[in-house]
């Protein structure tokens, strides 16, 4: 069962933290970006 995330703020950290999830961890699923734009 993957771990569910969400990210609030798609700035600088918030790419990091993503392009991380996606590439590292395959037990974690990103469900929701929250962003101002």
Same mark, same amino acid.
């Given at each position: 069962m993957a771990i569910?995330? !969400?990210i609030n703020g798609?700035? +600088?950290i918030g +790419?990091? @933290?993503f392009r991380?999830? @996606?590439q590292n961890f395959s037990d974690i699923e @990103? @469900? !929701?970006i929250n962003?101002?734009?």
């Open positions: 569910k995330i !969400g798609f700035g +600088r +790419r990091m @933290v991380a999830c @996606v @990103v @469900v !929701g962003d101002l734009l």
